[in-house]
């Protein structure tokens, strides 16, 4: 099994930053492969990035390149997303999701792949 819990969310103007945390624990094979999703309310949730666990492997949605960038704390299991410029459309709940594929890259962008789940952490940003 594979607890996720996220942290950082809240209420920012457009332009401003925030950092969003994922602590995990579990079973390490099961968390191979990590992802950050969003959810706006009546849209389907959609990756944000998609990144190995432990390496480099990095995969970002076009929409939020050059903007948001993922560091990880082996150490503390701990995943974070710093977001930086952020816009109105990057309102919405924000996950993070593991699941124990052999590639990362594969699919890293698709809900259905992943099989844990956090709670969430909302993040609004107006303009």
């Known amino acids: 099994q594979v607890q996720l819990l996220e942290s950082g969310g809240g209420s920012v103007q457009a332009g401003g930053s925030l950092r969003l945390s994922c602590a995990a624990s579990?079973?390490?094979?099961?968390?191979?492969?990590m992802g950050w999703f969003r959810q706006a309310p009546g849209k389907v949730r959609e990756g944000v990035v998609g990144f190995a666990a432990a390496g480099s492997d990095t995969y970002y949605a076009d929409s939020v390149k050059g903007r948001f960038t993922i560091s990880r704390d082996n150490a503390k299991n701990q995943y974070y997303l710093q977001m930086n410029n952020l816009k109105p459309e990057d309102t919405g709940m924000y996950f993070c999701a593991s699941r124990p594929s052999p590639s990362c890259g594969g699919y890293w962008y698709l809900a259905d792949e992943y099989n844990y789940w956090g709670q969430g952490t909302q993040v609004t940003v107006s303009s």
């Open positions: 579990g079973s390490a094979y099961r968390r191979k492969c």
